[in-house]
């Protein structure tokens, strides 16, 4: 399948923020779901995030969104159909303005 050529697919993305903060989420029930709040300087409603977390998540499924200025929050959200403990570790979130795209 030809990707679309209206896009900016093959461009580097050079301007972007990050932000971490070290975390230990208890066991997470299955249907739950954890917030982190992760600082990123510049970030703003309506900028892409990407987050990440430093250990095996495990089938957690972890989202973020910024969600006031310089405030990115990270969802670990858990649909495993049991609990789940992963650990101490360290959540990620790097912001791409949306005028970049």
Known sequence: MALPTSTNYGQ????????STAVDL???ADGNEEAVEVTVT???LGD???ASHSLDVTDLMVTGSVTAANTVT???ANNTGGALDIGSGTVYAM???????
Not at 12 to 18: E, L, N, R, W
Not at 95 to 101: K, Y
């Open 74 to 76: 990270v969802i670990v």
């Open 48 to 50: 892409f995030v990407l």
């Open 42 to 44: 510049g970030a703003q």
């Open 95 to 101: 912001v791409i303005p949306r005028e970049v795209v």
């Open 26 to 28: 208890a066991s997470i």
């Open 12 to 19: 580097s993305v050079t301007k972007y923020a990050v932000g």
